[in-house]
């Protein structure tokens, strides 16, 4: 239950004095609905206005230069008519200007500006005509009332409707209601790092005095990073050991089954996928669950290692389940899982969303029966009629894209089975402790033998009509090529229209050639049609908004054409290319990229150009682009921090994940002043209902 102390910052914006439900509607749209949100939104700029000068100084300062003057108010001059404006008089030692005023009332202005005193003002000035005015200053102040931490005035994000002052005002009003919290980081720490309590240090975020203060590295935004971040790794840590804690099921085998995978397996296995397996046994062997993330460059074998699991869970007598994010992916994995497992006497079935009427109630029978030992599927899997006989392993490709409830309910169809989670792009460190801290984690760092990465080269897209000439010869050689369209943000029409467009002009440019097409919007059966006609060499080149999402795999491929390879990500871009080269030719993969390139972009292309590491790839990725959400983790479970930025505060993150280790390691976490703090903390952060979420992995 959250504490009582906790209610002020719970309680809606309009609790807050001043704000109605109208002005609540705007604020929710920048910061969020309730008081706590206004207080973690931090400031983004800061308006200095202490630095004051002289009125001829403030009419050479510059089209709409903001100055602050103090002066002598020394005449009001009302407006002659109702369309000219009121004009406020003042003077000092070295001339004159007018403040201006539209629709403003008199009365008002001659309190705020009384005749013969000293005022300071601050506002854009420009000259008009003959005369220095500063329409409508943003401060009027009486100099004996207000001090120099008053001209400091920070900024914050606004929305249509909503002021700068208001929002100010709100936030200082939501200030006021902070309560004193008992201190969750230990004292040893805090004094070593030079912070403040929580509350100073919310109040000092809201009072920058330089811009220096609004920098990640201030001392008062790394103490509230340092909060957000061992909020949430203190709830991984809880939701690890929760899981340790709780009594799973031993899946042991005689090891048959997986040797003759072994035995007939057209590789050999590198040494990483035996690591991957060998860690995944163990885990499954023993009496907890499993919660294991297995994460490796492109081409690196995860699904051999699933392969090897799932033999191992047959063997043990249990069900293995694959959910994969797309159909044509779900079915490409039964394909390649069917050629590992069932000479081995592992029978595979697919079950998508597209299987109807009797044949989809002839796979259900397979797997409720148990004759089913291995199902490959989409969301399909976890819908009320598919029942499992006994579901003992979850495996979880791409898992990144489904969100926790989603693989909450795949889980909830077993007996607290064991959970394989793939990711198919490497995941920094930072990224591994953020999102992941709860699981254990297995790096597939090491590609078959024999392949030969492909030749990376960047080229202007000026050049296209040459690419299509080179392309040609390639093609008349026997060799076959993907082409990926420029990527349209947010706009399904427009990357289509870009891959008809272009699909036509190949089309005409190859006449002999058998050009295929793909996109996001064709059905899916068409979509497994066409991947299947490319994978049989049927199709020549094969045209696509994103081979990613697709899933497509044709190892004979050689060839890699990437539009507009600046608009994607170094992860997209080194998924892409990893579509060729999986084979023993030579593979070249173009990067075509249109008009003048910025300083991210060059830099990006470069970084692909001269490595084929993804590891390396994937570091420099989060580097480039900073925290955002590079590999769209938010859905599985990476938190929308407000003042921390794991690109900027990654030794943060290491800090707050030992600190986590350390307090969730004592027997009675919750126990006593220490453990009370905790508890305010995560239920401070919201975290109280992830600890629930993440035990289903």
């Not at 900027?648 to 707050?656: F, G, Q």
Request: net charge negative.
């Amino acid at each position: 239950m959250r504490p009582q102390s906790l209610f002020p910052l719970f309680a809606d914006l309009t609790t807050l004095k001043g704000v109605g439900p109208r002005l609540a509607a705007l604020m929710e749209k920048v910061a969020g609905p309730r008081v706590k949100d206004l207080v973690f939104t931090a400031p983004t700029g800061l308006v200095d206005r202490t630095h004051r000068v002289s009125i001829s100084d403030a009419g050479d300062a510059g089209a709409q230069m903001l100055v602050t003057i103090e002066a002598e108010v020394e005449a009001h001059i009302p407006r002659p008519t109702m369309k000219q404006p009121y004009k406020v008089r003042m003077r000092d030692e070295t001339g004159w200007l007018h403040l201006v005023f539209f629709n403003a009332k008199s009365d008002y202005l001659r309190r705020m500006l009384p005749e013969g005193s000293r005022r300071i003002v601050s506002g854009k000035a420009e000259r008009f005509a003959s005369e220095i005015q500063i329409v409508h200053p943003d401060l009027i102040a009486d100099p004996r009332e207000i001090e120099d931490a008053d001209l400091l005035q920070p900024v914050y994000p606004l929305t249509a409707g909503l002021s700068i002052n208001v929002m100010r005002k709100a936030i200082r009003e939501a200030l006021s209601t902070l309560p004193d919290l008992p201190e969750w980081i230990d004292g040893p720490l805090k004094a070593r790092e030079g912070w403040l309590g929580w509350r100073e240090a919310l109040l000092e975020l809201h009072a920058p005095q330089s811009g220096l203060d609004l920098e990640p590295a201030a001392l008062v935004r790394k103490r509230l990073a340092f909060d957000e971040l061992f909020a949430h790794q203190l709830a991984l840590k809880l939701a690890r050991r929760d899981r340790k804690a709780r009594k799973g099921r031993p899946l042991s085998g005689d090891g048959r089954i997986v040797a003759r995978v072994l035995e007939h397996a057209p590789f050999a296995p590198t040494g990483a996928q035996m690591r991957a397996f060998e860690a995944c046994k163990t885990d499954m062997d023993s009496s907890q669950r499993m919660m294991r993330l297995v994460h490796g460059d492109v081409g690196s074998g995860k699904t051999f290692v699933a392969a090897l699991c799932a033999a191992h869970a047959a063997e043990a007598g249990v069900q293995t389940a694959l959910m994969a994010p797309t159909e044509i992916v779900a079915r490409q994995h039964a394909k390649v899982l069917t050629a590992l497992l069932e000479p081995a006497g592992v029978s595979v079935v697919a079950l998508t969303g597209r299987d109807k009427g009797k044949p989809r109630k002839e796979i259900e029978a397979q797997i409720v029966s148990g004759e089913a030992q291995v199902i490959c599927g989409t969301h399909a899997l976890f819908q009320d009629s598919v029942e499992f006989a006994d579901l003992g392993l979850v495996v979880i490709d791409e898992q990144h894209r489904f969100g926790v409830s989603d693989r909450r309910k795949l889980t909830m169809k077993g007996r607290a089975p064991d959970v394989l989670a793939m990711s198919a792009t490497p995941i920094p460190r930072t990224l591994t402790l953020a999102a992941f801290g709860d699981l254990d984690v297995s790096r597939l760092d090491e590609k078959p033998a024999g392949r030969i990465p492909p030749d990376t080269r960047v080229v202007s897209g000026e050049r296209l009509h040459e690419i299509v000439e080179g392309l040609k010869r390639a093609l008349s050689k026997g060799e076959r090529a993907y082409w990926v369209c420029p990527l349209v943000e947010d706009s399904d029409v427009s990357d289509l229209a870009a891959a008809e467009a272009r699909h036509h002009m190949l089309s005409e440019m190859l006449p002999q050639a058998r050009i295929g097409l793909v996109h996001g919007r064709m059905p899916a059966r068409d979509k497994q049609k066409a991947a299947e006609d490319f994978r049989a060499g049927e199709i020549d080149v094969l045209v696509a908004t994103t081979v990613i999402e697709v899933g497509v795999d044709a190892p004979d491929a050689t060839i890699m054409v990437i539009e507009h390879a600046e608009r994607f990500g170094l992860a997209q871009l080194h998924q892409l290319r990893g579509r060729v080269g999986r084979g023993d030719k030579p593979s070249t993969c173009l990067l075509l990229y249109h008009g003048q390139l910025g300083e991210t972009a060059r830099a990006r292309l470069e970084i692909m150009r001269s490595s084929d590491d993804g590891f390396v790839i994937a570091e420099e990725d989060w580097r480039l682009r900073g925290s955002g959400d590079p590999l769209g983790l938010k859905q599985s479970g990476l938190p929308d921090y407000r003042i921390a930025d794991l690109a900027a505060h990654a030794d943060l993150l290491e800090l707050a994940s030992d600190a986590a280790q350390y307090e969730t390691a004592r027997e009675e976490v919750f126990a006593g002043e220490r453990g009370e703090a905790l508890r305010t903390l995560l239920y401070l952060f919201e975290r109280d209902e992830g600890v629930r979420l993440m035990r289903s992995g």
